[in-house]
């Protein structure tokens, strides 16, 4: 069954507004009857994860470090679609399920978005390997999954002091992204790094944030949330040794660190930028015209 608002006249329609409210009537019709797993994809919207490891999903049960592309695999990529289509049922996901959601801002509104996360993390590597990649992957992404908004989520530079470079050529990296990412027709969302305990990642982030403000572009604070969570940081990345010096160090997020990263992008930025559809509980799609909303009285 379909419920919309009812649409009040006070006055006879022009013929090409009848004409357009009859066919806006018969595609809201159609795309009631389809479920919520089968939401129309010329209306979704296309959400890229872009950056190293950690956008991956890298960590002591989760062995890939480069996500080729996925939609399925590393809890990034499983939070951020679960809490986008599947109205918060943290148990309808693997390998991340047994995480519960604690973090003081998830929005758990019931509520579902039609997109598709697609994570390009690889594992790594610095920003200037992602500037080398970024319009390939993005193009990618694009010729890939039909549309209407392409989101690029870009949190990137944690090995960049291992790569010998400098916060400010992060900066002006990150920056480069985030341009090159608006000429491909997404819209960036930066994320500064988390923190590590064997290494300084300040100086790093306020350049990240500088330069991203700097392009009017928004800007998410994972450190903050990191650093202020109640346990510490150290309860939301595990110890592990260091693929270059093998001393123990904290670096890659846990699945509870993970979730605080995919509830803080989707909190702080996608829930804003991605409207809902609502879902009945017989599993199909509730929705006012909005073209209804122009011609009540």
């Excluded at 693997?94 to 758990?108: K, R, V």
Aim: overall charge negative; charged content about 20%.
């Amino acid at each position: 069954m379909l419920f919309y608002r009812t649409i009040k006249f006070s006055r006879v329609v022009p013929q090409p507004i009848a004409g357009l409210l009859a066919t806006l009537f018969i595609s809201l019709s159609t795309i009631a009857t389809l479920g919520a797993q089968e939401l129309p994809t010329s209306e979704r919207s296309v959400v890229v994860l872009f950056g190293d490891s950690i956008s991956v999903g890298f960590n002591a049960d989760f062995r890939d470090k480069d996500a080729k592309g996925s939609t399925d695999r590393g809890c990034p990529t499983l939070y951020l679609t679960n809490l986008l289509l599947n109205q918060g049922d943290r148990e309808a996901i693997e390998p991340c399920s047994t995480t519960l959601y604690d973090s003081p801002i998830f929005d758990a509104n019931q509520r579902v978005r039609n997109a598709i996360v697609v994570n390009w993390g690889e594992g790594g590597t610095s920003t200037e390997r992602g500037l080398e990649r970024i319009e390939s992957h993005l193009n990618r992404s694009r010729n890939d999954y039909e549309g209407n908004r392409y989101i690029a989520l870009i949190m990137y530079g944690t090995n960049d002091r291992n790569a010998n470079l400098s916060s400010t050529t992060t900066g002006f990296n990150v920056r480069d992204m985030i341009i090159k990412a608006k000429q491909r027709g997404f819209t960036p969302v930066v994320a500064n790094l988390t923190p590590r305990d064997d290494q300084n990642v300040v100086p790093y982030n306020t350049e990240i944030e500088s330069r991203t403000k700097a392009e009017n572009t928004a800007f998410v604070n994972l450190y903050d949330r990191f650093v202020n969570h109640s346990g510490g940081f150290e309860e939301l990345i595990d110890q592990e040794n260091a693929s270059i010096t093998n001393e123990v160090i904290r670096l890659h997020p846990n699945d509870n660190g993970y979730l605080i990263i995919a509830e803080t992008w989707f909190d702080e930025q996608l829930k804003g930028l991605i409207p809902t559809v609502a879902i009945a509980a017989d599993n199909r799609i509730i929705l006012t015209p909005v073209m209804s909303l122009l011609l009540d009285e």
